[in-house]
């Protein structure tokens, strides 16, 4: 399969309302652009299994911790699955098929397949895109509680979520609401498809960078740091014309962003260049 028919499908899953949008088919889409021969209906299929089997596992009184405690029994120790400390910017970890493939993942694309599992066993949960590392929490009313997928399901509660994001600012944080609010569906596949371009711009690999920045903007079109980066990127690989273009848009939109002389600069170099 092309690239331009997953990014079709990619566009049509997404076009939904947001509540209606696939996770998974979403972000297997993703990965088919990386894997053209990519099976996305097995790997789909694959969630429904693992969810059968949850169903088996799932103890007569089926209290929340006991549900999550059923789905780590089954994740964890049954099939093995674990966080990539090893090697965490691998690419492969923040592709869906890889992480079922693998049992391999990270914060995000182990989310996914605990929402996914919890999802078709009717336990519905949401992505929390907490500071500096992502969870999950089941959507049940007065139930504040947390599960963190790449530490083994581990159940958090509001104090280890603020002694975290402490740790990880190095000083004493005011817990703010959006630190753990619910995201919305595309705000989800945004935060995958984000890491993959930090991932590729790190390692210089400027064509999928581009490819990840492209899909951000199909999700937020609007985004003017994406607009930006895409100018960025476009400027690297030679793109001049559509460089402008970008620059221009991102200058009118933020002329008094913090880089804006930056991009001044950029722009006044391309134009002696054109």
């Known amino acids: 399969m092309s690239d331009l028919r997953s990014r079709q499908y990619f566009q049509q899953e997404i076009s939904q309302p947001d509540d209606q949008i696939d996770l998974a088919l979403s972000a ?27 169903i088996q596992r799932l103890p007569t009184q089926n209290y929340p911790l006991k549900i999550i405690q ?12 674990r966080a990539n400390v090893a090697d965490y910017y691998d690419p492969r ?32 949960m949401v992505g929390v ?9 089941p959507q049940i009313a007065e139930m504040d509680i947390f599960v963190d997928p790449f530490n083994r ?36 596949l945004a935060r995958l498809l984000s890491n993959l371009k930090l991932i590729y711009l790190n390692s210089q690999k400027l064509e999928k ?11 937020f079109p609007s985004a003017i740091v994406e607009i930006r980066d895409r ?31 930056v991009i001044r600069r950029l722009l006044k170099q391309l134009d002696s260049n054109s």
């Open 70 to 81: 059923a789905i780590n029994s089954y994740l964890y120790d049954e099939l093995g699955f």
């Open 93 to 124: 970890n923040s592709f869906l098929n890889d992480a079922l493939d693998r049992r391999l993942g990270i914060p995000i694309t182990l989310s996914l397949i605990y929402l996914e599992i919890a999802k078709r066993i009717k336990f519905p």
């Open 231 to 261: 100018g960025l990127i476009y400027y690297q690989i030679g793109r001049w014309v559509a460089a402008v273009k970008d620059f221009e848009t991102y200058l009118q939109q933020v002329p008094n962003a913090q880089d804006a002389p």
């Open 209 to 219: 960078a581009l490819a990840a920045v492209e899909r951000i903007l199909m999700l």
């Open 28 to 54: 297997l889409y993703i990965a088919q652009e990386e894997y053209p021969r990519l099976d996305v209906i097995k790997h789909f299929n694959t969630l429904d299994t693992m969810a059968s089997e949850v």
């Open 129 to 137: 895109g907490m500071p500096g590392h992502f969870v999950i929490r």
């Open 153 to 188: 399901g581990e159940v958090l509660f509001f104090n280890d979520c603020q002694e975290r994001i402490t740790k990880l600012y190095g000083k004493p944080v005011t817990m703010q609401p959006e630190f753990l609010a619910p995201l919305t569906n595309r705000q989800f």
